[in-house]
């Protein structure tokens, strides 16, 4: 599929695409008019990759991560390091603290609410 088909199946703009290829993220083979190609795998990887970038990961991070994991399920591959897999606890802890802080918060304004809703 071209650059447009994937931004619209993915919901990612074509120079976030492009910008993911720069970073080592996302990779497309060239038709003869020099056009990009993606095969179907595309979507699934740009919905990750998303996903990664959302729960704070940089972009170098999610390159070290992408090549780990397979693109149908997202199941873990044997060439994880243990560096690796020693920076995505860290990672994993820190998106602890931020849920944490966020129910924090929630609860902060259910209690506004409550007060509010009661007066």
Known sequence: ????ELAR????????LRYYEQQ??????RTPG???????????????????LAAGL????IAQLLPCMRDGDGGPSEIATRQL????IGERDRIDR??????RSRDVLDEV??????G
């Open 1 to 4: 599929m071209r650059i447009g």
């Open 9 to 16: 199946r993915s919901g990612v703009s074509e120079r976030s």
């Open 24 to 29: 080592g993220l996302l990779r497309a083979e």
């Open 34 to 52: 020099g056009h990009r190609d993606y095969g179907d795998w595309a979507v699934d990887r740009v919905i990750r990759i998303q996903e990664l």
């Open 58 to 61: 940089n972009s170098a991070k």
């Open 85 to 88: 897999v020693t920076e995505l």
């Open 98 to 103: 931020m849920i944490g802080d966020l129910i």
């Open 113 to 118: 609410i409550a007060t509010a809703s009661d």
